[in-house]
T-cell receptor, first 115, second 111 residues
Framework: KAGVTQTPRYLIKTRGQQVTLSCSPI?????VSWYQQTPGQGLQFLFE???????NKGNFPGRFSGRQFSNSRSEMNVSTLELGDSALYLC??????????????FGNGTRLTVT | GESVGLHLPTLSVQEGDNSIINCAYS??????FIWYKQESGKGPQFIID?????DKRQGQRVTVLLNKTVKHLSLQIAATQPGDSAVYFC??????????FGKGNQVVVIP
């Protein structure tokens, strides 16, 4: 089975721009979560989607948004980029939430650099 | 790993020795815990998980221990190999796949 696929792998943007990141979950996985990873803050939860619905959201400003499509693929968008948005953005998928032993499986991330 | 930065606790271990990585969690209501390994340039990789109704679970060369009384998790790696060099994170599931991660521990295996 292919793992979680994230595109693009690297991205460089300037302040004020917006960016869209893409995630394809493991086949059969219906829950997709997004995390931001920085050296200072570590891994922080952004949001989680299941059946095209956002079920949970972390403590990030409204500039961070996402969506999930009917095939479970997900995108996240960051508008009006700030220097502090530079980070590794990780997508993770899991089988239907609530199942026993249903860990999140992560992709290799999109490295976003804002200049 | 990507979160390697300032002040990341580091465990240096001789190849072939056993490693123990510790983690404290915060929410006494958490019922599901996961250990991840992250190598440089990659995303976190699932190692092993444990539910709160257990206090020990074993995998291939790894064992996770859970002490709910003191809200403590540990990961034991047997016969540590150079490929085990990475940053290790514990995570607790806060519900709906919202994971709260620890800061990470760097493991360096000395050949």
């Amino acid at each position: 089975k292919a793992g979680v696929t994230q595109t693009p792998r690297y991205l460089i943007k300037t302040r004020g721009q917006q960016v869209t990141l893409s995630c394809s979950p493991i086949s059969g996985h219906r829950s997709v979560s997004w995390y931001q990873q920085t050296p200072g803050q570590g891994l922080q939860f952004l949001f989680e989607y299941f059946s095209e619905t956002q079920r949970n959201k972390g403590n990030f400003p409204g500039r961070f948004s996402g969506r999930q499509f009917s095939n479970s693929r997900s995108e996240m968008n960051v508008s009006t980029l700030e220097l502090g948005d530079s980070a590794l953005y990780l997508c993770a998928s899991s089988q239907e939430p609530g199942q026993t032993n249903s860990p999140l499986h992560f992709g290799n991330g999109t490295r976003l650099t804002v200049t | 790993g990507e979160s390697v930065g300032l002040h990341l606790p580091t465990l240096s271990v001789q190849e072939g020795d056993n490693s123990i990585i510790n983690c404290a969690y915060s929410n006494s209501a958490s019922d599901y815990f996961i250990w991840y390994k992250q190598e440089s340039g990659k995303g976190p990789q699932f190692i092993i998980d444990i539910r709160s109704n257990m206090d020990k679970r074993q995998g291939q060369r790894v064992t996770v221990l859970l002490n709910k009384t003191v809200k403590h998790l540990s990961l034991q790696i047997a016969a540590t190999q150079p490929g085990d060099s990475a940053v290790y994170f514990c995570a607790e599931n806060e519900g709906n796949n919202r994971l709260a991660f620890g800061k990470g521990n760097q493991v360096v295996v000395i050949p």
